[in-house]
């Protein structure tokens, strides 16, 4: 079974003609009608009912020809990324600026940058790292930088992106956990209840929760975006940390940290990307890259 065939019947199946099929794809109609017996003679089943009027597809003929429609729309969406992805190695230099809360983000830009140095093409990125949402927003809307990426609850994100008119587009969706290291009290557990929370020292990272889970907290928790700084934290004062799980997965070992979800209700954040809707078309490609880079 080759492409060309493939492309045969998909187009068959559009046009409901062998000669339709050959008009469309410009070539002649003894072609496409070889072609698709050759293609039946290699199955042993019979594709194609041919009429006066027309073909009709046999109950196996349609199973096929839906197979072809599929592959042909994946065949068309890589050829789109190859060719953009050559056209990317055309540019002399894209310089990307990005603004950032969260390290589980701007953890995979350099990650990232590997990928595009090995399709050669000419990129180079900044990070900084602001301390909340509405500052990546403010800089974001005053075109200091091309991109924002945050992690916040996403009723948050939707409206402080309406307040600001950005666009959004939301890299992954996640859940806030519990991380203590294994021999804390309390690391018995697998899930604890908000009304347990204030019995623990706290240290939060750099993570904007919707207001009506701000009583989760209690008063002098440390706030940061350092994981070093948390882990620091765990050991030395026996705290449960509150942070992304995509972050608990990437950066804390289980045989050491253990992870504690919230018993009475999950509390739900996304990891998302914000900018201008004039914004370079570029930037949706490194979105997509990053978006990549957090799910693997």
């Known amino acids: 079974m080759r492409m060309e065939q493939l492309k045969y019947v998909a187009e068959i199946a559009k046009t409901g003609t062998i000669s339709g099929a050959a008009k469309n794809l410009y070539v002649s109609q003894q072609a496409v009608s070889s072609s698709m017996k050759q293609l039946e003679e290699e199955l042993g089943v019979e594709l194609l009912v041919r009429g006066a009027t027309g073909v009709t597809f046999t109950t196996i003929g349609h199973e096929v020809a839906e197979f072809a429609r599929q592959m042909m729309h994946q065949h068309d969406l890589l050829m789109n990324r190859i060719q953009y992805w050559q056209d990317l190695r055309d540019y002399d230099d894209l310089n990307i600026n990005i603004a950032s809360t969260s390290c589980v983000l701007n953890d995979v830009v350099p990650n990232v940058l590997s990928r595009l140095d090995y399709l050669n093409a000419k990129v180079t990125m900044?990070?900084?790292?602001?301390?909340?949402?509405?500052?990546?927003?403010?800089?974001?809307?005053?075109?200091?930088?091309?991109?924002?990426?945050?992690?916040?609850?996403?009723?948050?994100?939707?409206?402080?992106?309406?307040?600001?008119?950005?666009?959004?587009?939301?890299?992954?969706?996640?859940?806030?956990?519990?991380?203590?290291?294994?021999?804390?009290?309390?690391?018995?557990?697998?899930?604890?209840?908000?009304?347990?929370?204030?019995?623990?020292?706290?240290?939060?990272?750099?993570?904007?929760?919707?207001?009506?889970?701000?009583?989760?907290?209690?008063?002098?928790?440390?706030?940061?975006?350092?994981?070093?700084?948390?882990?620091?934290?765990?050991?030395?004062?026996?705290?449960?940390?509150?942070?992304?799980?995509?972050?608990?997965?990437?950066?804390?070992?289980?045989?050491?940290?253990?992870?504690?979800?919230?018993?009475?209700?999950?509390?739900?954040?996304?990891?998302?990307?914000?900018?201008?809707?004039?914004?370079?078309?570029?930037?949706?490609?490194?979105?997509?890259?990053?978006?990549q880079e957090i799910l693997s």
């Open 126 to 291: 900044q990070v900084a790292l602001l301390n909340e949402s509405r500052e990546v927003m403010e800089q974001v809307k005053a075109n200091k930088y091309d991109i924002g990426l945050v992690t916040l609850n996403e009723e948050l994100l939707q409206e402080r992106c309406a307040e600001y008119g950005l666009q959004m587009e939301i890299i992954a969706r996640d859940e806030a956990v519990l991380v203590t290291e294994q021999r804390t009290v309390g690391a018995e557990k697998s899930r604890i209840s908000y009304e347990e929370m204030p019995l623990y020292q706290q240290s939060v990272f750099n993570l904007e929760i919707h207001p009506k889970w701000q009583a989760l907290m209690s008063n002098g928790i440390s706030m940061s975006n350092d994981i070093n700084f948390h882990r620091k934290m765990m050991h030395e004062r026996d705290a449960i940390v509150t942070m992304p799980n995509i972050a608990s997965k990437k950066f804390f070992n289980k045989s050491k940290y253990k992870v504690l979800m919230f018993a009475d209700e999950t509390v739900d954040i996304v990891h998302a990307a914000v900018y201008c809707a004039e914004c370079n078309p570029q930037m949706k490609e490194i979105i997509s890259l990053i978006r």
